[in-house]
């Protein structure tokens, strides 16, 4: 919850309680205290005084309210330094009422796949609407939008929009940088951006895949900061051996936690960050958030007090909101009470100075924002795609394929002997793993379409659809019938955006609705996980074995993420940063 500006007389009542003149108005005893500047436990009571800690000790033995912890871990309240909410599916405020219970009191979030679809309007929304909730949300200025020209996006951030968000308040650097070929080549726009940053005194986030040798050096020099793309240990350790801060991802469809991990130690752990970035609402429902993150990694034997110092005091560091990330006088009292450091179970969460969640239960209200029109009417389609559109024509009897790579956004560029039907057109072959894919642009009516092949999704029979096609959105879809892809397309056009399942005949056998710009729902948590598990059930019934297809499709259409990948425009090979 937000806290008032802190006055003079704030800081005397904070000075007041630490000398031992006042009763702080808050105390938590008998609690174990991580020290995430030491590394070390200590076993004292904690004061809090109009939000924030006043003093930490033995010595502090009263308040006006006192609470017995006995004897559990309390540490700094979890910050996630890399998250889009629009990804979570949900609202701000359905999020935070989902991820407070579980310790998070701060998130990082990079807003540009609602501005690719609304542009600076959307930024704005997602601005307003994640003030004042249990959790922090603070935001990155979007640098990538649209995120490349390979693609057709909604909408176009300029520079004096960029220069607006980053003297916003709650904007604390430019978003990941995903034109890193725009960096190395000295493009005067992608540079103008980062200048605007650096002149705000504020940094720079980062997005380089495999970025290695002289280009890393190049992209560094510009003055970016972090990664949370690395592929490889070879690579974050490149990529830290040159300043660089990593940012560990465990979403939903990927995660370097088991990649990554072991490079964290005493002299490397001050360069590591935890991040979400991508992570639905029914994983954050059934697994939790950054405390999932913790629980997998301490089973990777990784140090839990280490561990909780990546989480919460890396991050504040990072993106200079020097007020939280640690518990010591002085900082904003956001704590997270655990029962162990094992499985890092919740049980009461504090964020500045109130209790905010108890035993997993949120105890707090939540405003509720209303939902502008214009984000709720984003497709915008030439016409409805018909079976024809998805039938290929071409005398070659090899083409390029894309493979998907379990649990990795990157694919592999594989090339396929294709199979026809009697006519001579290019046909799925589900029993060779071979499905259609395709991308149909939805922000500009343009009526275009482009079709290619896929390995790996796993599909028998049937198509499945979705708006969410990271980083422009246009709509995705893969199938094995040419009907049964026209079908969802349609269904998806009809509700609004979000995800579908269509059957064999083209019947629609479950839909996840997403009509602020087709990414998001406007349902609470609990209906959202339902309606994936319904979803993940129906697209199961068609044969993919994908833990998240609909997250896995949607980077599909990625084309700063190797191998090979698939916009409107076409199919595109990222290593070559060509259309084939």
Same mark, same amino acid.
């Given at each position: 919850?937000?806290?008032?500006?802190?006055?003079?007389?704030?800081?005397?009542?904070?000075?007041?309680?630490?000398?031992?003149?006042?009763?702080?108005?808050?105390?938590?005893?008998?609690?174990?205290?991580?020290?995430?500047?030491?590394?070390?436990?200590?076993?004292?009571?904690?004061?809090?005084?109009?939000?924030?800690?006043?003093?930490?000790?033995?010595?502090?033995?009263?308040?006006?309210?006192?609470?017995?912890?006995?004897?559990?871990?309390?540490?700094?309240?979890?910050?996630?330094?890399?998250?889009?909410?629009?990804?979570?599916?949900?609202?701000?405020?359905?999020?935070?009422?989902?991820?407070?219970?579980?310790?998070?009191?701060?998130?990082?979030?990079?807003?540009?796949?609602?501005?690719?679809?609304?542009?600076?309007?959307?930024?704005?929304?997602?601005?307003?609407?994640?003030?004042?909730?249990?959790?922090?949300?603070?935001?990155?200025?979007?640098?990538?939008?649209?995120?490349?020209?390979?693609?057709?996006?909604?909408?176009?951030?300029?520079?004096?929009?960029?220069?607006?968000?980053?003297?916003?308040?709650?904007?604390?650097?430019?978003?990941?940088?995903?034109?890193?070929?725009?960096?190395?080549?000295?493009?005067?726009?992608?540079?103008?951006?980062?200048?605007?940053?650096?002149?705000?005194?504020?940094?720079?986030?980062?997005?380089?895949?495999?970025?290695?040798?002289?280009?890393?050096?190049?992209?560094?020099?510009?003055?970016?900061?972090?990664?949370?793309?690395?592929?490889?240990?070879?690579?974050?350790?490149?990529?830290?051996?040159?300043?660089?801060?990593?940012?560990?991802?465990?979403?939903?469809?990927?995660?370097?936690?088991?990649?990554?991990?072991?490079?964290?130690?005493? %002299?490397? +752990?001050?360069?590591? *960050?935890?991040?979400?970035?991508?992570? !639905? @609402?029914? #994983?954050? /429902?059934? &697994?939790?958030?950054?405390?999932?993150?913790?629980?997998?990694?301490?089973?990777?034997?990784?140090?839990?007090?280490?561990?909780?110092?990546?989480?919460?005091?890396?991050?504040?560091?990072?993106?200079?909101?020097?007020?939280?990330?640690?518990?010591?006088?002085?900082?904003?009292?956001?704590?997270?009470?655990?029962?162990?450091?094992?499985?890092?179970?919740?049980?009461?969460?504090?964020?500045?100075?109130?209790?905010?969640?108890?035993?997993?239960?949120?105890?707090?209200?939540?405003?509720?924002?209303?939902?502008? %029109?214009? +984000?709720?009417?984003? *497709?915008?389609?030439?016409?409805?795609? !018909? @079976?024809? #559109?998805? /039938?290929? &024509?071409?005398?070659?009897?090899?083409?390029?394929?894309?493979?998907?790579?379990?649990?990795?956004?990157?694919?592999?560029?594989?090339?396929?002997?294709?199979?026809?039907?009697?006519?001579?057109?290019?046909?799925?072959?589900?029993?060779?793993?071979?499905?259609?894919?395709?991308?149909?642009?939805?922000?500009?009516?343009?009526?275009?379409?482009?079709?290619?092949?896929?390995?790996?999704?796993?599909?028998?029979?049937?198509?499945?659809?979705?708006?969410?096609?990271?980083?422009?959105?246009?709509?995705?879809?893969?199938?094995?019938?040419?009907?049964? *892809?026209?079908?969802?397309?349609?269904?998806?056009?009809?509700?609004?955006?979000?995800?579908?399942?269509?059957?064999?005949?083209?019947?629609?056998?479950?839909?996840?609705?997403?009509?602020?710009?087709?990414?998001?729902?406007?349902?609470?948590?609990?209906?959202?996980?339902?309606?994936?598990?319904?979803?993940?059930?129906?697209?199961?019934?068609?044969?993919?074995?994908?833990?998240?297809?609909?997250?896995?499709?949607?980077?599909?259409?990625?084309?700063?993420?190797?191998?090979?990948?698939?916009?409107?425009?076409?199919?595109?090979?990222?290593?070559?940063?060509?259309?084939?």
């Amino acid at each position: 919850m937000p806290s008032k500006r802190t006055d003079s007389n704030d800081l005397k009542n904070l000075v007041a309680v630490a000398r031992g003149d006042r009763e702080a108005e808050l105390l938590l005893k008998n609690g174990r205290v991580l020290n995430v500047f030491s590394g070390e436990l200590v076993e004292a009571n904690l004061a809090i005084e109009g939000g924030k800690i006043a003093a930490i000790g033995r010595e502090y033995n009263s308040g006006r309210e006192e609470i017995d912890l006995s004897g559990l871990y309390l540490a700094p309240g979890l910050i996630d330094a890399h998250l889009h909410i629009e990804s979570t599916l949900l609202l701000p405020a359905e999020l935070a009422r989902v991820i407070t219970p579980h310790g998070t009191t701060t998130v990082i979030h990079d807003p540009h796949e609602i501005a690719n679809v609304l542009g600076m309007a959307g930024v704005e929304l997602m601005l307003y609407s994640s003030h004042g909730l249990s959790c922090d949300f603070f935001a990155t200025a979007p640098s990538c939008v649209p995120a490349t020209i390979m693609e057709t996006a909604g909408s176009e951030l300029k520079l004096n929009e960029i220069e607006a968000l980053l003297d916003h308040p709650q904007v604390v650097g430019l978003g990941e940088m995903m034109n890193y070929p725009g960096v190395i080549n000295g493009d005067e726009a992608v540079l103008r951006k980062i200048a605007a940053a650096h002149r705000r005194g504020k940094v720079v986030d980062g997005h380089a895949p495999e970025l290695r040798g002289e280009e890393l050096q190049a992209y560094l020099a510009a003055g970016i900061s972090s990664d949370h793309e690395c592929l490889t240990a070879a690579e974050a350790r490149e990529k830290l051996s040159c300043g660089m801060k990593i940012i560990i991802r465990h979403g939903s469809a990927s995660s370097s936690l088991a990649e990554l991990l072991p490079l964290v130690n005493l %002299q490397t +752990a001050h360069q590591f *960050m935890f991040g979400s970035d991508d992570r !639905e @609402a029914a #994983d954050l /429902i059934e &697994k939790g958030h950054l405390d999932d993150l913790l629980r997998s990694a301490v089973a990777l034997k990784g140090d839990p007090l280490l561990l909780l110092r990546i989480a919460t005091l890396n991050a504040a560091c990072h993106y200079r909101i020097y007020d939280r990330g640690a518990l010591a006088p002085g900082y904003r009292a956001d704590i997270v009470a655990f029962d162990n450091l094992t499985d890092f179970r919740a049980l009461m969460v504090i964020k500045n100075g109130r209790i905010v969640a108890d035993k997993g239960t949120l105890t707090v209200d939540m405003p509720v924002s209303a939902i502008p %029109q214009f +984000a709720l009417n984003s *497709m915008h389609l030439a016409r409805r795609p !018909e @079976a024809q #559109d998805f /039938i290929m &024509k071409t005398e070659n009897n090899t083409l390029p394929v894309i493979g998907v790579i379990p649990g990795q956004i990157s694919t592999e560029h594989l090339k396929v002997a294709v199979k026809r039907n009697a006519t001579g057109d290019i046909i799925a072959d589900p029993a060779a793993g071979i499905n259609k894919i395709a991308v149909v642009e939805r922000h500009r009516s343009s009526g275009r379409i482009a079709v290619a092949l896929i390995k790996g999704l796993g599909l028998r029979e049937g198509a499945i659809a979705s708006s969410v096609a990271h980083d422009s959105h246009n709509i995705i879809v893969a199938g094995v019938e040419e009907e049964a *892809m026209a079908a969802a397309v349609s269904e998806l056009v009809r509700i609004g955006g979000g995800f579908v399942v269509c059957g064999k005949n083209s019947e629609i056998g479950a839909t996840l609705p997403l009509p602020l710009a087709g990414l998001i729902s406007t349902e609470p948590a609990t209906v959202v996980a339902d309606q994936m598990r319904k979803l993940l059930a129906a697209a199961r019934g068609l044969g993919t074995d994908l833990t998240q297809p609909f997250m896995t499709l949607a980077f599909m259409a990625l084309p700063v993420i190797p191998a090979l990948k698939i916009t409107d425009q076409g199919l595109f090979d990222v290593e070559k940063f060509s259309f084939l």
